[in-house]
């Protein structure tokens, strides 16, 4: 999986390596909701973070964009599903239809809210990741 990254992107990843010691796999510039989008190598999520939010924090501070982490994984469900964290999620399940390749999404009734966002900022991000790291054509919450 070829991944394009701008070099805006390689500068705010070698930004977030300095600052937290957590491997990133994936940045996203993502302008027209003024965020930076980090996927980071599997099991990196708590050192990303940092004690009390530190690490994260710091990069906010250098970026002056809200920061959205997502932790990687090859499996698609699992990484699915950490695209929509904090969100709790039943399942995700990975069908075929028309030649398309869709992820349907089941969260709690209670975070229906929390897993699209704010003017579906999440199912975006979601869209997004999905297609750039696991070639699925769309995202569906359920």
Avoid at 44 to 70: C, F, L, Y
Wanted: positive net charge.
């Amino acid at each position: 999986m070829n991944v394009k990254i701008t070099s805006e992107g390689i500068r705010y990843i070698a930004l977030f390596e300095s600052l937290t010691g957590a491997t990133v796999r994936d940045c996203i510039v993502d302008d027209e909701n003024d965020r930076v989008l980090f996927v980071v190598k599997k099991g990196d999520m708590g050192i990303a973070i940092g004690k009390n939010g530190s690490n994260i924090n710091r990069v906010k501070k250098s970026i002056g964009k809200h920061i959205e982490i997502v932790e990687y994984s090859d499996d698609v469900c699992e990484f699915i599903a950490n695209i929509f964290q904090p969100a709790m999620i039943k399942k995700v399940d990975i069908l075929s239809k028309e030649s398309k390749r869709l992820a349907y999404v089941s969260v709690v009734p209670k975070d229906k809210g929390l897993a699209i966002g704010r003017d579906g900022r999440n199912i975006q991000k979601a869209k997004i990741l999905a297609q750039r790291h696991h070639s699925l054509d769309d995202v569906i919450i359920d």
